[in-house]
């Protein structure tokens, strides 16, 4: 009971944080003791870590009454996170009804409408009146949006929509046909997040309704869903550049620590990859030492175009929208800003060591270095996590580190290549 206490004055998403905080014998303590409507609020916002550990131990049928407050697409969302086995298992805890709306939005890619929508809405046949309308809405479950009231036609067509204020205030004996609203916006299933954060801008609605290829009602997606799915857009990019998770303050401290290390393991091999390099050139760096002062600004361009490109890239991906056509004339745009950039930092560079040691030569090595690097490093940014989204990965596991560590190795390649190959023209 005490170990509870805390947990019932605070809000959904700060009792997940101090959920989180736990040690795993004090998380299967809660869950056993606490009511239902707690662990289901605690489920439903828990981070991915916290959940698989916790479900992977825990018998599902034990939480069953908790299963069964969370919403379908809440539900969904947590199986999704979870071990092939250990989900299979949550879903056939629950009951048929509930398992079977969980198994339809599975189907969906978690990125789109039909993957952010949830089944629990308010729907009437358009043939009704007004009071057999408020009839079904007071004997159905509940709903995510109870303010709209979605008409659909003998075959389950979207037909309009009618506020429920219009319901109340309308006539019993008026047919709810005659006061829905016909010119209803929709999303098709498939529409990918961009679209839908467009649309929620566009109206200002706080639920916009999915329907699939025949125009049948299957959901809707809250304005919240929508917001959620934002964030967690840019937590992934964040993650993907940066290496650190937006709520590591909430973790402790080795767990904090083992979620780096992979990122600085990538950067430590990378920086004796760039070492092994230089040691390979030792004799060109010692002959002509300006090299070594320059080396710096090369790398750095190279690692901060790369940034820039990964960022830019990462948070369309993940977004998603658009065609292949539209996604290709993208990344060809990127590259070429890359083109672009690497051009203009190439002729500054080679200006200022031309100013500075007054030989044009070293200074057209340095410039053309840093050209080339720059360029590929563009390039780099785009195509790794292209090509990681092309085969189903995650494009934001492993894009940043990659790009930094492949761009210094480029880099140096054609730095003290170029200086070695050019050796005797430079003196």
Same mark, same amino acid.
């Given at each position: 009971?005490?170990?509870?206490?805390?947990?019932?004055?605070?809000?959904? #998403?700060?009792?997940?944080?101090?959920?989180?905080?736990?040690?795993?014998?004090?998380?299967?303590?809660?869950?056993?003791?606490?009511?239902?409507?707690?662990?289901?609020? =605690?489920?439903?916002?828990?981070?991915?870590?916290?959940?698989?550990?916790?479900?992977?131990?825990?018998?599902?049928?034990?939480?069953?009454?908790?299963?069964?407050?969370?919403?379908?697409?809440?539900?969904?969302?947590?199986?999704?996170?979870?071990?092939?086995? $250990?989900?299979?298992?949550?879903?056939?805890?629950?009951?048929?009804?509930?398992?079977?709306? @969980?198994?339809?939005?599975? %189907?969906?890619?978690?990125?789109?409408?039909?993957?952010?929508?949830?089944?629990?809405?308010?729907?009437?046949?358009?043939?009704? %009146?007004?009071?057999?309308?408020?009839?079904?809405?007071?004997?159905?479950?509940?709903?995510?949006?109870?303010?709209?009231?979605?008409? &659909?036609?003998?075959? !389950?067509?979207?037909?309009?929509?009618?506020?429920?204020?219009?319901?109340?205030?309308?006539?019993?004996?008026?047919?709810?046909?005659?006061?829905?609203?016909?010119?209803?916006?929709?999303?098709?299933?498939?529409?990918?997040?961009?679209?839908?954060?467009?649309?929620?801008?566009?109206?200002?609605?706080?639920?916009?309704?999915?329907?699939?290829?025949?125009?049948?009602?299957?959901?809707?997606?809250?304005?919240?869903?929508?917001?959620?799915?934002?964030?967690?857009?840019?937590?992934?990019?964040?993650?993907?550049?940066?290496? =650190?998770?937006?709520?590591?303050?909430?973790?402790? $401290?080795?767990?904090?620590?083992?979620?780096?290390?992979?990122?600085?393991?990538?950067?430590?091999?990378?920086?004796?990859?760039?070492?092994?390099?230089?040691?390979?050139?030792?004799?060109? +760096?010692?002959?002509?030492?300006?090299?070594?002062?320059?080396?710096?600004? &090369?790398?750095?361009?190279?690692?901060?175009?790369?940034?820039? $490109?990964?960022? #830019?890239?990462?948070?369309?991906?993940?977004?998603? !929208?658009?065609? /292949?056509?539209?996604?290709? *004339?993208?990344?060809?745009?990127?590259?070429? @800003?890359?083109?672009?950039?690497?051009?203009?930092?190439?002729?500054? @560079?080679?200006?200022? *060591?031309?100013?500075?040691?007054?030989?044009?030569?070293?200074?057209?090595?340095?410039?053309?270095?840093?050209?080339?690097? &720059?360029?590929?490093?563009?390039? +780099?940014?785009?195509?790794?996590?292209?090509?990681?989204?092309?085969?189903?990965?995650?494009?934001?596991?492993?894009?940043?580190?990659? &790009?930094?560590?492949?761009?210094?190795?480029?880099?140096?390649?054609?730095?003290? !290549?170029?200086?070695?190959?050019?050796?005797?023209?430079? /003196?």
């Amino acid at each position: 009971a005490e170990i509870l206490e805390p947990f019932h004055a605070l809000s959904p #998403v700060r009792r997940a944080e101090l959920f989180i905080q736990l040690h795993a014998d004090e998380q299967k303590a809660i869950v056993s003791k606490a009511p239902p409507p707690l662990v289901a609020s =605690i489920l439903a916002d828990c981070d991915s870590a916290s959940l698989e550990d916790l479900l992977t131990q825990t018998d599902p049928t034990s939480i069953t009454a908790a299963l069964r407050l969370i919403p379908p697409d809440a539900l969904a969302d947590i199986v999704l996170r979870l071990p092939a086995e $250990t989900a299979e298992k949550i879903i056939n805890a629950v009951d048929g009804v509930l398992r079977a709306d @969980v198994r339809k939005l599975m %189907t969906f890619d978690p990125k789109t409408a039909g993957g952010l929508m949830t089944t629990r809405y308010l729907s009437v046949p358009e043939v009704v %009146t007004v009071e057999r309308a408020l009839e079904i809405i007071r004997s159905a479950g509940r709903a995510d949006t109870p303010s709209y009231i979605y008409i &659909v036609d003998a075959q !389950g067509r979207l037909s309009g929509v009618a506020p429920l204020r219009s319901l109340l205030m309308a006539r019993p004996q008026d047919s709810v046909h005659s006061i829905m609203v016909k010119a209803v916006t929709r999303l098709r299933a498939s529409a990918p997040l961009e679209e839908i954060v467009r649309m929620f801008q566009e109206y200002h609605y706080v639920a916009l309704p999915v329907v699939d290829e025949k125009d049948r009602l299957i959901g809707i997606v809250p304005l919240y869903a929508m917001k959620e799915a934002q964030q967690q857009g840019q937590e992934q990019v964040l993650r993907g550049i940066t290496g =650190i998770d937006p709520k590591e303050r909430l973790k402790q $401290t080795l767990v904090a620590t083992r979620g780096r290390i992979p990122w600085i393991t990538v950067t430590i091999l990378g920086g004796l990859g760039c070492a092994l390099i230089a040691g390979f050139f030792e004799h060109t +760096l010692q002959t002509m030492v300006v090299l070594g002062i320059f080396m710096p600004i &090369v790398l750095a361009l190279g690692e901060s175009i790369g940034a820039q $490109t990964t960022s #830019v890239v990462l948070s369309t991906l993940v977004e998603g !929208g658009g065609t /292949k056509a539209e996604l290709t *004339s993208f990344m060809v745009k990127e590259v070429l @800003v890359g083109v672009l950039v690497a051009i203009y930092s190439g002729i500054v @560079v080679a200006a200022s *060591s031309l100013l500075w040691h007054g030989n044009p030569r070293i200074g057209l090595l340095i410039g053309g270095a840093v050209l080339i690097s &720059v360029a590929w490093a563009a390039f +780099l940014a785009v195509v790794i996590p292209g090509t990681l989204k092309r085969f189903q990965a995650n494009p934001a596991i492993a894009s940043g580190p990659l &790009v930094l560590a492949l761009a210094d190795f480029s880099t140096l390649l054609v730095y003290f !290549g170029g200086a070695t190959f050019f050796m005797r023209w430079l /003196k």
